[in-house]
């Protein structure tokens, strides 16, 4: 039960990082819903005994998960930047 749960959750954060694609026109605001979602989902997955090996994986895929999104941020900006579009439309609802 645990794993359909988790697949659905999977599928509607693709779903709703389209939809913030296309309704906020920003990258970083869909990037982050669709990974706030992968992470739900993959939490979902360690709801009951789980190994210490499976809680490390999940640590593991939080750092990425900061890290991915911090460099992206940045690289988004500095391509607006350079683009001439203002550096505050990349990422103006992810509030950073």
């Given amino acids: 039960m ?3 749960v988790s697949a659905v959750i999977t599928g509607l954060g693709v779903l ?3 939809v ?3 309704s906020t ?8 819903v ?10 979902l997955r360690l709801t009951g005994g789980q190994s210490w090996m499976e809680i490390a994986v999940l640590v593991a895929i ?3 998960r900061l ?6 941020i940045a690289d988004f900006r500095r391509r607006s930047g350079d683009a ?6 990349v990422g103006r609802a992810s509030g950073g």
């Fill in 20 to 22: 913030a694609l296309l």
């Fill in 25 to 32: 026109g920003s990258r970083t605001t869909a990037l982050g």
């Fill in 67 to 72: 890290l991915v999104r911090g460099t992206l």
């Fill in 2 to 4: 645990r794993m359909l």
């Fill in 62 to 64: 939080v750092a990425l």
């Fill in 84 to 89: 001439g579009r203002p550096a505050e439309r």
């Fill in 16 to 18: 709703a990082a389209a």
């Fill in 34 to 43: 669709l990974l706030d979602m992968l992470l739900a989902a993959g939490l």
